[in-house]
């Protein structure tokens, strides 16, 4: 191919030669484990969070409050650098080596990941839980439920619907924020897709993969959960809690 | 539906953006020398952070020996197009320097940059302007001596560089930790992260030397590699190409090229590093005839 | 583990004037870039969600391609991309700033777009229909009935999308635009004083993000519709 008028070929077969394609799948494979592990938390610090945010207690809510404030508002690059270099000065000698000795840039950029996303899913989950009336539950209540029966048969079954979107949207973004890992020397696939670049000089090819494989990712999770929520779909309902935001 | 939908529209995005890259194919029969007449600015990829060849000092100034010898090489344009053209630096990393040259972004690389038969697939070099060997930093007492006890030990290395490829192939049982740039890697060796971390040997001189410690660091091993520093630039400009190394040749015989190493390399230098005296006859000997 | 906060007041004008403001010798900035990234990316942005929302569908559906993409990708490789792609399409070397820029205003036109059709998807049909039926033009509807009820009911989501695209300009670093991160990681490597920078620029991106998120509360309660509709 003709390209700017520089006579640029495409060569794709640098993605799957000399080992390149090994690096792809392991690229792959990180950012799955980086994102997978980091999602994991961020829900549970989420879910947490979020509560604590709609709690009855004015200090239990402050804490929320302080937590999400405080992580969401600062770029999470920052974060990581943060997690990977700063905090660990804090702590004793020991743990440090420790540390080193166990991938610290990993685990590092989970730490920096899950809290961050956590902050952000604190806020969907506090969104969903205050979207419903509060005329719900007190009707549940008369019903003759207790109070936890209400929670576990009409709230959170009305609440986890309605924050599936907003959710998804999150996880996405936890996803494609992973990339920002290699700058603190994770081989995510980001990373693995500038390493070919750098070894073949190929920035077209290697890109044109990564974005690819990106956009399957993004896209395929994005239709398995269209149909999670098409089928538990709350007929009459169609408000959607939160933003587009990524 | 919608997933298909927009699946397809994706590829549909993709032939189009393909498409019009091709189409809007800028023509470029025009020399580097041309185009810098034209835009009226010269633009060169460095470093900010390979102390002494370019980095950024305590006063949050871009300075540096290699950027110090490109003016050089700016001065022989400015004479050779007979009008003033803008001096600009970018910062160009060793993942960066390549793509950055081939899209046109920057006119010259005058960092940090081996000269290897590979990249000269993919681009051209000038006369080599400084000749060092990779070797590793480590903290003073370390038990690494050399590349021999790096087995199983956590190796901090630059994306892109030769000596990242060269660790990754030949000595795959060390714990490669790669990184986008140098700050980063180093950072992490400071705060023992690292084991070591592997450079040019001048670069490692040039990082123990601005580092706030200066004496808790070493440099330790034989060099592993041979790496001889050139300028790159764009394939097939054989005036351009004359035109650096004329300008270096010319530095070299008038003795500005000393001058500038005296400066960054000599014993009051910002990196005390003693030329050789098999540098200095192949420097001499790469000065050809006028 | 001492610290050391001299790091921060020696080096505040690097990082505030140079980092933060963009005035200094590399160009750049924090500050210089979020700005212009917005507003022109409010603009993209309002195009396109307008585009998602109409009738034609050969409008429509390039529109809905261009949000779909830039949703499915992240921000970095959209940077890589650009960074490596005006240059040779142009023919023309920009700085890292430019690039940034251009990257920014693409990418974050598909949120914002979202946001835009969302918030005129919230206002009732029924006020259309009675804006037509009182008589008013397509462009005397929008501009009366439907779009002062739909920025009321974006003005939240735009503001967090704001804030995203703020924190998002630290992504410049990587590509060498001397932002309030790279100057920190520049000054870092040199002191070794990773805890105190880094910890000094989150509090200035939070001091940064926070007043957003303030003056957005404060212009919502302004603009709050003032006899409690259900909106």
Known sequence: ????????????????????????????????????????????????????????????????????????????????????????????????????????????????????????????????????PRTQFEAAVSTGLSVVEAYRYVILPIALRLIIPPATNESLNLLKNSSLALTIGVAELTFMTRQIETYTARAFEALTAGTLIYLVLCLGIASVMGQVERSFRIPGLIARVGGAEH | ?????????????????????????????????????????????????????????????????????????????????????????????????????????????????????????????????????????????????????????????????????????????????????????????????????????????????????????????????????????????????????????EAIEGGEYFTLYDKWFGLKGEVPYPMSEPVLAFLLMQVVPK | MTFDWAVIVGNWKFLILQGLMGIGAFGGGTLRLAIPAIVLGFCLGVLIGLARLAQRSWIRYPAVLYVEFFRGVPLVMVIFWFWFLIPQITGQRLPEYTVALSAFVVFEAAYLAEIVRAGIQSVPRGQIDAAVSSGLSYLQMMRHVILPQAIRNMIPSLVTQFIVLFKDTSLASIIGMMDLTKAAQIISQREIRPFELYLFIAVVYWICTYSMSHISRRLELRLAVPHGTDL
Not at chain 1, 97 to 124: I, K
């Open chain 2, 1 to 249: 539906m919608v997933c298909r939908r927009s699946m397809r529209g994706v590829v549909l995005l993709w032939v189009t953006l393909g498409l019009s890259v091709w189409g809007v194919g800028h023509a470029s029969a025009e020399t580097t020398l041309e185009k810098i007449g034209r835009t009226g600015v010269f633009t060169v990829g460095t470093r900010t952070a390979s102390p002494p060849f370019g980095f950024i000092n305590k006063q949050n100034e871009w300075v540096g020996f290699s950027i110090d010898l490109v003016k050089l090489v700016h001065a022989t344009i400015e004479k050779k197009l007979g009008k003033s053209i803008k001096f600009e630096l970018k910062e160009s990393t060793p993942a960066t320097r390549i793509p950055l040259l081939s899209s046109g972004a920057v006119d010259l690389i005058a960092g940090t940059m081996t000269d290897t038969r590979s990249r000269r697939d993919s681009v051209d070099f000038s006369l080599t302007f400084f000749a060092t060997g990779a070797q590793l930093l480590v903290k003073k007492g370390s038990p690494i001596r050399g590349v021999k006890d790096i087995a199983g030990k956590r190796i901090g290395a630059q994306q892109g560089s030769t000596n990242e490829r060269i660790i990754r192939e030949k000595y795959p049982q060390a714990q490669l930790v790669v990184f986008p740039d140098q700050p980063a890697a180093f950072t992490a060796l400071a705060q023992g992260k690292l084991d070591a971390y592997t450079n040019d040997g001048i670069q490692l001189a040039g990082l123990k030397a601005k580092a706030p410690n200066p004496g808790g660091w070493e440099i330790v091993g034989e060099f592993y590699s041979y790496e001889p520093y050139g300028m790159a630039m764009r394939k097939n400009d054989s005036d351009f190409r004359a035109i650096v190394n004329n300008t270096l040749m």
């Open chain 1, 1 to 132: 191919m003709l390209f700017f008028g520089l006579a640029y070929e495409l060569r794709w077969s640098v993605l799957w030669t000399e080992g390149h394609g090994g690096w792809i799948l392991e690229g792959i494979l990180t950012t799955l484990k980086l994102s997978a592990l980091g999602w994991i938390i961020a829900c549970l610090l989420g879910m947490l969070f979020g509560a604590m945010r709609t709690a009855p207690v004015r200090i239990v809510r402050w804490a929320g409050a302080a937590y999400v404030e405080c992580f969401r508002n600062v770029p999470l690059l920052v974060w990581l650098f943060f997690w990977y270099f700063g905090a660990p000065q804090v702590l004793p000698q020991s743990a440090q080596e420790w540390l080193n000795r166990h991938g610290a840039e990993f685990w590092s950029a989970v730490a920096g990941l899950s809290v961050y996303h956590g902050a952000r899913m604190a806020e969907v989950i506090r969104a969903g839980i205050q979207s419903i």
